[in-house]
Nanobody
Framework: QVQLVESGGGLVQPGGSLRLSCAAS????????MGWYRQAPGKQRELVAA???????NYVDSAKGRFTISRDNAKNTVYLQMNSLKPEDTAVYYC????????????WGQGTQVTVSS
């Protein structure tokens, strides 16, 4: 079984920063892509940023220049550094990982709330 545990969410003022972390644990052989998604109230879940095992990244347009995704393969951990936060970034943020165990599947974390408000 594989577990993803997120941390680092909270309340921040507009223009502030937060760093989210997501650690994967369990019977992991390897992890392919990892990503961060978010879901705001009344909206569909959207991909914010993703990173391959080789370090290639992609971002939703609204995150480009403000957010940075990174990973530590030795720790099976993915990070999302969020700068210049805006109220419209308010959402529950979920991490996801494409994990190879005895099979291959996507796993999700439980989500962490990010609220940007003055």
């Amino acid at each position: 079984q594989v577990q993803l545990v997120e941390s680092g969410g909270g309340l921040v003022q507009p223009g502030g920063s937060l760093r989210l972390s997501c650690a994967a644990s369990g019977s992991i052989f390897s992890i392919n892509a990892m990503g961060w998604y978010r879901q705001a109230p009344g909206k569909q879940r959207e991909l914010v940023a993703a990173i391959t095992s080789g370090g290639s990244t992609n971002y939703v347009d609204s995150a480009k220049g403000r957010f940075t995704i990174s990973r530590d393969n030795a720790k099976n951990t993915v990070y999302l550094q969020m700068n210049s936060l805006k109220p419209e970034d308010t959402a529950v943020y979920y991490c996801a990982a494409d994990v190879q165990t005895t099979g291959r599947a996507w796993y999700w974390g439980q989500g962490t709330q990010v609220t940007v408000s003055s």
